[in-house]
């Protein structure tokens, strides 16, 4: 079955880069996704990527994959007092109902 | 950018109330979600729908049902709530591998 494992609490300094990690545990082809999510409010999709690519970048974003260690990364460049959230990181099955299974989330918080 | 709306946003209720949480979207996505997230912020997956008269059950056990008469609909109703219905109820939509989120409908049941 699927399983995404995160860690729970990231601190910044604002303007340095940040990185969140994952793990997930489901070895079909799948996408992972990452999720943004600020106080009181719904889940804003920042990117995904599929299982058989290694790095996918966005502007500040840069998703990392580790296919082996089934590894996901988030790198945020120069993270701003904004970026403030909690990010979840998820994963869902190319085929069938494609339901997102979700880590518990990383609170980032940026130090101005 | 997706519209998929939520209504009510907050909703404080007694027990033994039936509700309904309304969840729209205008894409003409055929699939639809519906997330529970608990106080200690995991989502978890309680319906889901492929399609219009199609509804299932998802993997936490909810005492929620939904329906899905047309596309852009699908409600989920609480016939008769209680305390550990307590949470945030977040509908999603999705076409290919992109889901979007609605604002979420943040339940207290007292």
């Known amino acids: 079955g699927e399983d995404v494992e995160q860690s729970l609490f990231l601190s910044v300094r604002e303007g340095d880069s940040s990185v969140i990690n994952c793990t997930y545990t489901d070895s079909s082809s799948t996408y992972l996704y990452w999720y943004k999510q600020e106080p009181g409010a719904g889940l804003q999709l920042l990117t995904y990527?599929?299982?058989?690519?290694d790095m996918k970048q966005d502007q500040r974003l840069t998703v990392l994959l580790n296919k082996k260690d089934k590894h996901l990364s988030l790198r945020i460049a120069d993270t701003q007092t904004g970026d403030s959230a909690i990010y979840f990181c998820a994963e869902s099955l190319f085929t069938g109902r494609r339901a997102l299974t979700f880590g518990s989330g990383t609170r980032l918080q940026v130090q101005p | 950018e997706a519209d998929i709306y939520q209504t009510p946003r907050y909703l404080v209720i007694g027990t033994g109330k039936k509700i309904t949480l309304e969840c729209s979207q205008t894409m003409g996505h055929d699939k639809m979600y519906w997330y529970q997230q608990d106080p200690g912020m995991e989502l978890h997956l309680i319906h889901y729908?492929?399609?219009?008269?199609?509804?299932e059950k998802g993997d936490l056990s909810s005492e929620s049902t939904v329906s899905r008469i047309r596309t852009e609909h699908f409600p989920l109703t609480l016939e008769s709530a209680r305390p550990s219905h307590t949470s945030q109820y977040l509908c999603a939509s999705s076409e290919e591998h992109e889901q979007y989120f609605g604002p979420g409908t943040r339940l207290t049941v007292t």
């Open positions: 990527i599929f299982s058989n690519m």
């Open positions: 729908s492929y399609g219009v008269n199609s509804t």
